[in-house]
T-cell receptor
Framework: GQQLNQSPQSMFIQEGEDVSMNCTSSSIFNTWLWYKQEPGEGPVLLIALYKAGELTSNGRLTAQFGITRKDSFLNISASIPSDVGIYFCAGRGYALNFGKGTSLLVTP | DGGITQSPKYLFRKEGQNVTLSCEQNLNHDAMYWYRQDPGQGLRLIYYSQIVNDFQKGDIAEGYSVSREKKESFPLTVTSAQKNPTAFYLC????????????FGEGSWLTVV
């Protein structure tokens, strides 16, 4: 598998701000997934994308499957302190290929 | 409750010893996976199984072994051949053999002392 390029590596923002992160790959994927992981826990699935160009929302989270099928974006609107964690993108080949994660810190 | 259960949560091992991590799911999922996570890194695939009695090596299978004798169980053995076994180990499952969404357990911390 390959390591995906996820950016930014970390973000330190104030409560109420919007957040954007993205993930790129040299390979085409048919599925993109976004996960959130809190310290010492397993990743929790946030959003799944199955179609190029697809835009899907889950509450304050919105993710898009890039039209080239080589990238994906996650936006969090009006961030709150409980959004703190590490966000991972994953593209599916025979198994999931993960980015290194974006660490998000939110101050009240 | 339905889900994926990993045990133990914390495990200490002496160098030279084998250790087995348990993963059980009651979601009736076909496929199961083992990943390793090191600090500041993404997840790397160790082994996966799409069907009972069959499994495939992932990117970092050396020093690990698995079995899939039952649909709901996919234990991982970390052998003494694994040179740097201290890590956070995550088990996942997906509904179909072709993948799609994967759901994770809460992880097991292994420390070699």
């Amino acid at each position: 598998g390959q390591q995906l390029n996820q950016s930014p590596q970390s973000m330190f923002i104030q409560e109420g701000e919007d957040v954007s992160m993205n993930c790129t790959s040299s390979s085409i994927f048919n599925t993109w997934l976004w996960y959130k992981q809190e310290p010492g826990e397993g990743p929790v699935l946030l959003i799944a994308l199955y179609k190029a160009g697809e835009l899907t929302s889950n509450g304050r989270l919105t993710a898009q499957f890039g039209i080239t099928r080589k990238d994906s974006f996650l936006n969090i609107s009006a961030s709150i302190p409980s959004d703190v964690g590490i966000y991972f993108c994953a593209g599916r080949g025979y198994a999931l290929n993960f980015g290194k994660g974006t660490s998000l810190l939110v101050t009240p | 409750d339905g889900g994926i259960t990993q045990s133990p949560k914390y495990l200490f091992r002496k160098e030279g010893q084998n250790v087995t991590l348990s993963c059980e799911q009651n979601l009736n999922h076909d496929a199961m996976y083992w990943y390793r996570q090191d600090p500041g890194q993404g997840l790397r695939l160790i082994y996966y199984s799409q069907i009972v009695n069959d499994f495939q090596k992932g990117d970092i299978a050396e020093g690990y072994s698995v079995s899939r004798e039952k649909k709901e169980s996919f234990p991982l053995t970390v052998t003494s051949a694994q040179k740097n076994p201290t890590a956070f180990y995550l088990c996942a499952s997906s509904p179909t053999r072709t993948g799609g969404e994967e759901y994770f357990g809460e992880g097991s911390w292994l420390t070699v002392v």
